[in-house]
């Protein structure tokens, strides 16, 4: 991601695959593995964790998402960890230019965005449904202090979407 750390480097990167828009809110989040775990852990214990968990690995294969919300919809780079991470490290994420998925405003059925954890006031978790039933259970630092653009650009998506 290091090769993306600038809202100009973002905002070419989205300009190529046609997602721009006259306000471009870029962020970065990483995929909540603990959450997309435990909501496959009740499907039937440490086996279901585990099926859970290899399915949401195949169907989302990527550990973080470059963002971009504009006025029309919301476009996502999947970015990648090389390896198996034990812990996601920004600075060790490769962005995946042939993965870029793009929904509109209309096949986005719901944003939500709340607490990370009860005494955690430094990340917030961040649940995208869409109307193909695709979920992605997502979090993101409030201040990533490594892409200088997340941080407005997070707090303005956080302002329009948290639940109150």
Avoid: W
């Amino acid at each position: 991601m290091n090769e993306y750390n600038t809202l100009e480097k973002c905002l070419e990167l989205f300009k190529s695959v046609n997602c721009i828009g006259k306000e471009n809110l870029i962020f970065f989040t990483y995929k909540d593995t603990a959450k997309s775990t435990s909501k496959a852990s009740m499907l039937g214990g440490a086996v279901g964790a585990f099926a859970g968990g290899m399915v949401n690995g195949a169907e989302y294969p990527y550990d973080g998402l470059l963002i971009n919300k504009t006025e029309n919809g919301i476009g996502m780079f999947m970015v990648k960890q090389p390896g198996i991470p034990f812990t996601y490290k920004l600075e060790k994420m490769e962005l995946q230019k042939d993965k870029f998925i793009y929904y509109s405003n209309e096949d986005i059925k719901d944003i939500k965005i709340k607490k990370f954890a009860l005494l955690n006031n430094k990340k917030k978790s961040i649940f995208i449904t869409t109307s193909d039933k695709k979920k992605y259970i997502l979090c993101a630092d409030i201040d990533e202090p490594r892409l200088p653009y997340h941080n407005d650009n997070f707090y303005k998506f956080v302002e329009e979407y948290s639940s109150k």
